[in-house]
Nanobody, 123 residues
């Protein structure tokens, strides 16, 4: 089994910054795409940012220029640096990863979600 554990959420004033981390553990051969999503109360879960294994990134329009996704392939960790936070960024933030489980001899691909971490921005 694989677990994704997020950390770094909390409350910050508008204009402030937070850095989220998501650590993957378990029987991991390799992790391909990793991503951050967020879900505000009463709304659907939306994509925030994605990053491929080789570091290619993509961002949702609402966070471009303010958020930065990065990863450490050796440690199986993905980060989300969030700057210039706004009240509209309030949500539970979820980590997502496409994980190859097994070894080089045999593996299968499975998608995993973290449990989520709350981000609150006060105005």
């Amino acid at each position: 089994q694989v677990q994704l554990v997020e950390s770094g959420g909390g409350e910050v004033q508008a204009g402030g910054s937070l850095r989220l981390s998501c650590a993957a553990s378990g029987r991991i051969f390799k992790i391909n795409n990793m991503a951050w999503y967020r879900q505000a109360p009463g709304k659907q879960r939306d994509l925030v940012a994605t990053i491929t294994r080789d570091g290619t990134t993509n961002y949702g329009d609402s966070v471009k220029g303010r958020f930065t996704i990065s990863r450490d392939n050796d440690k199986n960790i993905v980060y989300l640096q969030m700057n210039s936070l706004k009240p509209e960024d309030i949500a539970v933030y979820y980590c997502n990863a496409d994980v190859l489980i097994g070894s080089s001899a045999w593996y299968r691909s499975t998608n995993y979600w973290g449990q989520g971490t709350q981000v609150t921005v006060s105005s």
